[in-house]
């Protein structure tokens, strides 16, 4: 009977790990150079969006964002933030802030060029970008502040 309990727990544990998210070490100088846009902003609205009318858990949500300081990007006042629901997922909650690193939503189809660049607001971000909330993003803060006010 131990070695069963033992044999499950194991195999928890490694399916367990296997789904884990897993994230290429980035500096802050690389995201400032990979990401679109990066901000401090207050999450106003935080929206499941879900792939049919059978799932039961959403794919998706959309964030809806007001942003309080923009470091790098062209957004207005808000933006609308998606974020794929997996391991890997940035994870928002109504009235918090964050320090959001987002990139353009690109497809096969999107035809990238200076309009799109310039006029496209729908961003995407994750876990593996660096957002996370500002209580856990003070010295990244001060770095980019130190960044954009050379």
């Not at 100088?29 to 609205?45: A, C, L, M, P, T």
């Not at 949500?61 to 997922?89: D, H, P, T, W, Y």
């Not at 497809?107 to 060029?113: A, D, G, M, Q, V």
Request: with cysteine; proline share 1%; hydrophobic share 35%.
């Amino acid at each position: 009977m131990k070695k069963f309990i033992l044999l499950f727990f194991f195999a928890f544990l490694f399916v367990g790990i296997s789904k884990a998210c897993i994230c290429e070490e980035q500096t802050l100088e690389q995201r400032i150079e990979k990401y679109h846009f990066i901000f401090i902003g207050n999450v106003i609205s935080v929206e499941d969006i879900f792939s049919d009318s059978t799932s039961t858990w959403p794919d998706q949500q959309r964030i809806v964002i007001e942003i309080e300081k923009k470091f790098k990007g062209n957004q207005s006042e808000q933006i609308i933030v998606e974020s794929e629901l997996s391991s890997c997922a940035s994870f928002f909650e109504e009235g918090k802030k964050y320090l959001v690193f987002a990139g353009h939503s690109i497809t096969n189809e999107t035809e990238i060029n200076e309009n799109f660049v310039a006029t496209n607001n729908k961003v995407v971000t994750g876990k593996c970008y660096g957002t996370r909330a500002v209580e856990f993003s003070k010295k990244e803060i001060q770095e980019l502040e130190n960044h954009y006010n050379q």
